[in-house]
């Protein structure tokens, strides 16, 4: 009796593991995961032409901001998605990229200021396609496979950057870290409240050295990201520094880096609790959405 027991426990348990190969067999890789193809805007009558080398029209991305981010990084998303400049643009960003058109982007800066700036854009675009949203994690891909809970936002969701399919997550921790500068966890935003502030300007060549110590100054600066508790002994630092930690510690840990960008009194600060030995601690992430309304 024991025995036939066991047997039935068993064939019990291989019920689930065989109804999912059955399952992954049946669907694709990306009915599996909930892949929802983004498409850019409607350009309507207008012709999206090449750009000249070293010409990408970041400009209209740099108008857009300048008028629909506010100072503190709250974004009017349905004046961002309406926009004429900002849908000529994510156009322009799915007919041409670095990897598509590498003749282009004649330096490395023009790269990265290509992808952060598409990584901003189309962060814009994925949220106003499905405003009203509280938080980018309301996002529910619909797949039979969840990568990571309240993910589907960065996994599931496909952007088209020159003629290819790519989702946030992979630009980020394939295309854009792979460039090995830790500043561009200031520059891009992934529309949440616990992001650094969002610049309401767009990187551009020639510009983007200076602008990216600017972004990351103001992260440093913020109490939200960086706070240091003397009666505590502790630093209270943003969950960024803890998830991409090693992109920071190339000289000398945390708070040598964030002694370089903080401000003389900050710098002090920081050294006085390295020298005594502070702890760190990293605050709870905020995924509220940086929307200047939800009308």
């Known amino acids: 009796m024991t025995r036939n027991f066991n047997l039935l426990h068993v064939g019990i348990a291989i019920v689930p593991i065989a109804l999912a190969a059955l399952l992954m067999a049946w669907l694709t890789q990306d009915q599996l995961l909930g892949v929802k193809k983004l498409n850019p805007p409607d350009k309507g009558s207008r012709t999206i032409e090449l750009p ?12 857009v901001q300048r008028k629909f981010v506010r100072p503190d990084g709250l974004v009017d998303f ?14 322009t960003l799915a007919l041409v990229s ?25 962060v814009f675009w994925g949220v106003f396609m499905h405003l009203p949203m509280s938080s980018v994690q309301d996002f529910e891909a619909g797949g039979a496979i969840e990568v990571r809970s309240g993910q589907g936002f960065f996994y599931a969701l496909r952007f088209e950057l020159g003629g290819e399919w790519i989702n946030l997550y992979d630009l980020e921790n394939t295309i854009i870290r792979g460039y090995g500068d830790a500043r561009i966890h200031a520059a891009i935003n992934c529309a949440s409240k616990g992001c650094p502030t969002l610049a309401n300007f767009a990187f551009l060549p020639g510009k983007m050295d200076a602008q990216f110590d600017a972004v990351m100054e103001t992260m440093v600066a913020e109490k939200r990201n960086l706070e240091i508790d003397h009666e505590g002994k502790v630093v209270r630092a943003s969950s960024i520094f803890d998830w991409f930690r090693s992109d920071f510690e190339g000289e000398g840990g945390l708070m040598a880096y964030w002694s370089r960008f903080a401000s003389e009194e900050k710098a002090a600060e920081l050294a006085r609790a390295r020298d005594e030995d502070y702890q760190i601690e990293f605050v709870p992430y905020d995924w509220g959405i940086i929307a200047v309304s939800m009308n």
Do not use: I, M
């Not at 000249?52 to 108008?63: A, I, W």
């Open 78 to 91: 349905r004046g961002v998605g309406f926009d004429d400049r900002f849908r000529e643009y994510v156009a």
């Open 52 to 63: 000249r080398p070293g010409d990408f029209p970041h400009g209209l991305l740099d108008e």
């Open 98 to 122: 670095p990897s598509s058109h590498p003749e282009l982007f004649p330096s490395p800066e023009h790269g990265l200021v290509y992808w952060c700036n598409a990584y901003n854009a189309l």
